[in-house]
């Protein structure tokens, strides 16, 4: 049962360039979230995205970033004209539950990131 | 905003030591979890608490949630040189909405042979 598969592992752009980051969630799970995580710090949210939909997008930058989910594939975070302050390790996770209040059974299953170099 | 500060930021101990890791908000959590990071990896889920002052065990992990539900603290007793790596609490805001899950500020813990 594979997990969370994210890539490219590792991406360079150069300033002004597009990156496409992509994540296929575990088999099951139509619950998708990305997040972004700079050196030596927590995990920050993005976006939280079901089939089709985008549920909430309170975390993600109003310019340039953009994310799907599409009904067929996998869920493609967008960065467009990059810059170097976007240079990061992003990841995705999956949950196969709707979010709710406080659940032991919420898990999110992540996968190993793609770490995104601006030169 | 919800944030999340864990200390210390940075931990070294001797193969053996006992040590605990704190995270601390000034806002009420629905449910914290605790997770491990090793490096150019993701994040893998420790442990979920949801009741006020629940204590869990895991292994050599000991969980504990804050009775008043904003804190929580992660002991770990005779660190194995396997325990190295980032150690970050996330909250699920009381609120509902679990996809704003707050991580904390990570606890990077080093266990030297």
Redesign the interface.
């Known amino acids: 049962n594979a997990g969370v598969m994210q890539n490219p592992r590792h991406l360079v752009r150069r300033r002004g360039q597009e990156a496409r980051l992509r994540c296929s969630p575990m088999k099951g799970h139509s619950h998708v979230y990305w997040y972004r995580q700079l050196p030596e710090e927590g995990l920050k949210f993005m976006v939280y995205l079901q089939k089709e939909n985008i549920i909430d997008e309170s975390g993600m930058p109003k310019e340039r970033f953009s994310a799907e989910f599409p009904k067929e594939g996998p869920s493609i975070l967008r960065i467009q004209q990059v810059v170097r302050g976007d240079s990061a390790a992003y990841f995705c996770a999956s949950s196969p539950l709707k979010p709710g209040r406080g659940s032991t059974n919420e898990k999110l299953f992540f996968g190993s990131g793609t770490q995104l170099s601006v030169l | 905003t919800q944030l999340?500060e864990q200390s210390p930021q940075f931990l070294s101990i001797q193969e053996g030591e006992n040590l605990t890791v704190y995270c601390n908000s000034s806002s009420v959590f629905?449910?914290l979890q605790w997770y491990r990071q090793e490096p150019?990896?993701?994040?893998?889920?420790l442990v979920?608490v949801?009741t006020g002052g629940e204590v869990k065990k895991l292994k050599r992990l000991t969980f504990q949630f804050g009775d008043a539900r904003k804190d929580s603290s992660l002991h770990i007793t005779a660190a194995q040189t396997g325990d190295t790596g980032l150690y970050?609490c996330?909250g699920?805001p009381n609120s509902?909405?679990?996809?704003?899950?707050?991580?904390?500020?990570?606890t990077?813990l080093q266990v030297i042979p």
């Open positions: 999340l629905s449910s150019g990896e993701g994040p893998v889920l979920t949801v970050l996330a699920a509902g909405g679990y996809q704003k899950v707050t991580f904390g500020t990570g990077k």
